[in-house]
Each structure stands twice: as C-alpha cells, then as structure tokens.
C-alpha cells in the first residue's frame, strides 16, 4: 500500500510530508555522473519528456535558480551553511557546486520528514559521493553517519585504458539519533572461514571452534582469580565462568593448560553483512527483472535495505524512484511506501510493475520513447538504446500481467491518476 507523487520531490516534500512521519529514506538521485547513468528519455516528437531534460539540465548547470537556493541555504548559520560555503570556495559556480546545491535542500526535507528511529541511504557514485558525505555530515551530524556501503553495480568493463574500471556505486547510510532501527543481516559462512577455524566436533556431531577467555584488559582485580589451576585475568566473572563449565562448554587440553571457550557453529546466524556488498546479481537487458529504465536497481537490493532498517508496516519514502525499485521491495515486505518522481516516463515504467495506483494519464509506454543521450549530451551506448526501445511491453507479456489496450486500458488509467494533491496516510 503506498502513495506516488508525480512531480519535484522538494516541493512534494514540502507540501505533503509531516515532519518525523517517515521510517526510512532511500535516494538514488542522478549522480552528476554524465557517461553512464541518468540516460533520459526523448519522445519521438521529442517534446514530452521536458520535463525530464529539464529536471537534468537545470541540475547541472549553475544559473540564477541554484544562486537563489545557496543564497537561502547560506543564510541559516550552522554546518549546512558552512559547508555550503566551503564548497562554493572551492568548486566556485561550476556543475558540482550546481548539483550540490539542488542536493542540499532536498537533504534537509528528508532529515525533517525522518522519525528520531530512522534511517536514510543515499546512493551515489564516486563521481559526488565524497561531496555528498560532507553534506550528509552537514545535515545529518557526522555523529550519525553509519557505513559507506560498496555496491559492486556490474563486472567491470574493458574499454577504459587509463584508469581502473568503475564498477561499483556507493551507499551512505547515515541514521536521525542514536535510536534508529537496525536489524543485522547475516549470510552464508565461507567454506574456508568454516574449514579454518571450525575444524572440532563434539562427540554429539556438534562443529564448535575454541575461543579465548583471557581478558586483554590486564589491569582488572575483580576478574583476576584462579581457574582450573591457572590463574590469569578473565573476560567473566567467576560465577559466569563456573556456569559456563558447568554447561560444557569450558574446553581444557590437559591439566594445567590455559581453558578455551567452546563456541558453536550452530549457535551463530551466519557470516554478518559487512560494507562490502558484491553478491547481487546484475541488472542487464536479459535479465526478467529488467523493465528497460536506465538506471534501475535490483529489487534484492532494495529488500536487504528495507529489512535492515524498517519492520513490517513502516513508511518507506524513494523521493527518486525512478521505474519504482523500492516500492516493489516495500510492498513486498509489508511496509507503507511512498515514492516521488519527476519524470511521466518513469510512471510507466512502474506500472509495468503493476502499481497502477501511479500510472500518470498522460504518460507514454517506453517502447514509444528512446533514450537520446546522456546529460552531458553524449549519445547512449547502443545497448542501452536497444534495451530501452525493445522493453518491456510486448504484447504477450502485457497479456501476462493482464494490461489490455483500448477502452479497459483508458478505464485502468483513469482510475490510477497520481495521487498529486494527496495526503499521507
Ligand atoms: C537514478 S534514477 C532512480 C532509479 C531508481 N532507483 C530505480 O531503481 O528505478 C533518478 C530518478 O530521479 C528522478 N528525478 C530527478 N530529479 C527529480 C526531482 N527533482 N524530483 C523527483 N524526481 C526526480 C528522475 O526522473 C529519475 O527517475
């Protein structure tokens, strides 16, 4: 259950979002990155997607717009005024300090609109992303950045001689406070993390390890006593440590030798996440994901965010949703979505996931649209311009997902009007 907003998220956030209502953030902005991201749309008139091209062109190029918003944003004293200021002394009016000043307000409407327990990530590239920190840390507190996530996007490409390949994106999960939800996610143990260390097994097949008791603190009289005939400075109390032998888990070779803890696999939930995130698969043409939006992001990504930092029917707010990647994720996981995007084209593309809910009236089925050329005015890779003339919407599969042309379609639309103007629930 969720709304969509068709229009400019810092005016859709203004009007519509109550402060602290919302549980967690997740933006994928343009990225100020011209060669292979925000690949816009051009009618075959190459008039309806203006306000697209619009939207990347003005983010970009420094005019009297963005001067108006950093003389705003300046005149607050506070960290998002300085920062403001050392970036404008450093970058002065160039497309960075553009970008970043059409970020800054957006930021500071998301941290209001987010509850002390919750939660924004921000994706980027490496393109803005250390400005972006900066920014974050203006914003948010740098007391309250939490990771920078590496996100390994695709395999890297051959074509560049100079530098190493790209190949990875970027995700800065900051929290509101000290409170925010947070679940661990764990995964699967490497095999030859497992051979190394859990090489015991208990007479009942049990796989333990063993593990040191020995406190490095070596400056703690309380803990300092003598145990199965050594005497030492332990990590528990004597009275834990007597249970913890009592309970068999208390491991010594011989007499005399210094006891280990037995520690059990099966105790453990699995390998916990790190920051280093390479184990989801690639969006490409072929795969049945694929909606054929350029910069569209595995819903698996979106789910591992969700669940990490949300429970079940939380409000999850995309103000950049783009073809509506996390308010598939949402849905699926039982969370109150709320999506924003200025573009018609990208409406389309989301009701191919079938939220019709967002589906715009005038908006224009992709096959209809191609991509014309990146923000920098460079034309596209010939495959993203396949790929985005070619899906999604053959015929059989719109029978699949029961979208019928003629009267029905024009009855479905009609009913699923954004919901500009709505309140949030
Ligand atoms: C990188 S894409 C997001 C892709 C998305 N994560 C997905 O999986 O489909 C960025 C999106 O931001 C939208 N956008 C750009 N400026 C915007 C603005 N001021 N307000 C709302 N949406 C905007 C663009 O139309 C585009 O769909």
Redo the contacts with the bound molecule.
């Keep these: 259950m969720g709304t969509l907003y068709y229009?400019?998220?810092?005016d859709?956030l203004h009007r519509y979002l109550k402060d602290e209502s919302v549980d967690l953030v997740?933006l994928?902005?343009?990225?100020n990155s011209a060669q292979s991201?925000?690949a816009?749309f051009q009618e075959k008139d190459g008039t309806s997607a203006a306000s697209?091209i619009r939207?990347?062109e003005d983010?970009w190029t420094w005019n009297q717009e963005s001067q108006r918003v950093y003389e705003t944003l300046i005149l607050q004293p506070g960290k998002v005024s300085e920062v403001m200021q050392a970036f404008k002394t450093f970058l002065g009016t160039n497309d960075m300090m553009a970008y970043l000043a059409?970020m800054c307000p957006?930021l500071v409407e998301l941290r209001r609109v987010l509850k002390p327990t919750g939660s924004l990530y921000l994706?980027c590239d490496p393109t803005a992303s250390h400005y972006l920190k900066l920014l974050l840390d203006a914003v948010m507190g740098a007391e309250h950045f939490r990771n920078e996530i590496s996100w390994k996007r695709s395999q890297p490409k051959s074509h560049t001689t100079i530098n190493l390949p790209n190949c990875r994106d970027i995700i800065l999960r900051y929290t509101k406070s000290e409170k925010a939800i947070f679940h661990m996610v764990f995964g699967e143990h490497d095999p030859d993390y497992l051979e190394k260390f859990y090489r015991f097994t208990d007479k009942d097949g049990r796989r333990y390890r063993l593990g040191d008791i020995t406190n490095p603190n070596k400056n703690r009289p309380n803990l300092t006593y003598e145990f199965l005939g050594v005497t030492r400075v332990w990590r528990w109390t004597k009275a834990r440590m007597l249970k913890a032998h009592k309970g068999g888990i208390i491991y010594q070779s011989q007499p005399g030798a210094i006891p280990q803890e037995k520690r059990y696999l099966d105790k453990r939930e699995g390998q916990p996440l790190s920051d280093d995130w390479d184990d989801s698969e690639h969006l490409h043409g072929a795969n049945a994901e694929s909606?054929g939006?350029?910069?569209?992001?595995p819903v698996a990504l979106?789910e591992r965010i969700i669940k990490m930092s949300s429970n079940a029917g939380d409000l999850v707010l995309?103000?950049?949703?783009?073809?509506?990647?996390?308010i598939d994720a949402a849905e699926k996981l039982g969370r109150v979505w709320l999506g924003?995007?200025?573009?018609q084209?990208?409406n389309t593309?989301r009701a191919e996931r079938g939220h019709h809910q967002a589906h715009g009236d005038r908006a224009r089925s992709p096959r209809n649209a191609r991509p014309a050329r990146d923000p920098g005015g460079h034309r596209l890779h010939p495959q993203t311009r396949r790929h985005a003339r070619r899906r999604p919407v053959d015929g059989n599969r719109r029978r699949q997902r029961g979208i019928r042309g003629g009267t029905e379609a024009r009855r479905r639309r009609a009913a699923c009007r954004p919901t500009i103007g709505g309140q949030l629930r």
């Design positions: 229009g400019d998220n810092l859709i997740y994928d902005p343009p990225f991201y925000n816009f697209q939207a990347f983010t059409m957006r994706h909606l939006y350029p910069t569209q992001k979106l995309d103000p950049f949703c783009g073809c509506g990647t996390t924003i995007d200025i573009t084209l990208s593309a």
